[in-house]
């Protein structure tokens, strides 16, 4: 229960948020969207029509079927995240800050709209629209749902283009970026971490330096070259950025020839990360972290 209300609230937050990125700067300069978003802007440029009130229609249809095919919790989520974007785009119509600036209110947009949208997809649920038709193809012709979400968003960014002005459709490609790349940032989390992996027949020692001056735990494997069919142990560990340069340093002085291979990290639970020693209940297990020295 309270990881339900915990998820609707994020929905509630992240569609209060979006809505006022929408009108703040979306349609306080004019620009526009990809998916349903995106339609909805057109007919209010050229009609008049709210966004909320298109947006709502436009996706009723898709959840009544969608209700029938993929379940009814996703569903639940999903059309609180319609409703509430539809409510909190009509209820902040008039929150808008005009920039000027068409790259500027691109880049505000995407920043806000993409943390709004963040939340909602964090919590499980998502706006409708070009996500439920992917949904829907993938289901019945099992195309990849980004590849369908790339075409619609193409599509919208072409009418807008035509409708409104190139000018425009480039400012919004930008914004739709800008977006993407927040949502990722929300979704997967801010993590300092790489993770570290190291061939060598020296493993041992180098576990222990990792063990010993940087207070990490490590995960010991066995792997086959596919060359040489010769097997060779793997060090794998994770570490924090501003630790990778000083193991790089301390790998290199014990084994000049170690294969080292260093990674992102979108988000790491766990001991040395999210808790110290003196907070986890139960003990790690192997290859867990452990806390800095």
């Avoid at 785009?89 to 993409?114: E, F, K, N």
């Avoid at 369908?148 to 002005?165: Q, W």
């Amino acid at each position: 229960m309270r990881q339900m209300v915990w998820n609707w609230g994020l929905i509630l937050v992240g569609a209060l948020v979006y809505a006022v990125g929408l009108n703040a700067f979306l349609v306080a300069d004019h620009l526009a969207e990809g998916g349903f978003v995106g339609i909805s802007l057109l007919l209010l440029y050229k009609l008049g029509i709210p966004v909320g009130a298109t947006f709502l229609v436009l996706n009723i249809p898709l959840l009544v079927i969608a209700w029938r095919l993929f379940g009814h919790e996703f569903v639940a989520k999903t059309a609180l995240g319609v409703a509430s974007v539809s409510l909190f785009s009509t209820l902040t119509a008039r929150i808008q800050l005009p920039t000027h600036d068409p790259l500027l209110a691109a880049l505000y947009a995407g920043v806000v709209t993409g943390f709004g949208l963040g939340l909602i997809f964090r919590s499980g649920a998502t706006t409708g629209g070009s996500d439920i038709i992917a949904r829907l193809v993938r289901h019945f012709r099992g195309v990849h749902m980004g590849r369908t979400l790339f075409a619609i968003d193409v599509m919208v960014i072409l009418l807008v283009a035509v409708i409104i002005g190139r000018e425009t459709a480039m400012y919004s490609l930008v914004a739709l970026f800008v977006a993407s790349r927040v949502v990722d940032f929300v979704i997967e989390g801010a993590s300092r971490a790489k993770s570290v992996m190291v061939i060598s027949d020296r493993y041992q020692d180098i576990a222990d330096i990792i063990h010993h001056k940087l207070g990490r735990g490590t995960t010991l494997f066995v792997a086959k070259g596919g060359y040489t069919g010769r097997s060779r142990h793997v060090v794998y560990c994770v570490v924090s950025r501003e630790e990778v340069h000083r193991l790089q340093q301390w790998v290199s002085a014990v084994d000049p020839r170690a294969f080292v291979v260093v990674g992102d990290v979108h988000e790491v639970l766990g001991e040395g990360f999210t808790f110290d020693t003196d907070d986890a209940v139960t003990s790690p297990p192997e290859g867990a972290t452990r806390p800095e020295g």
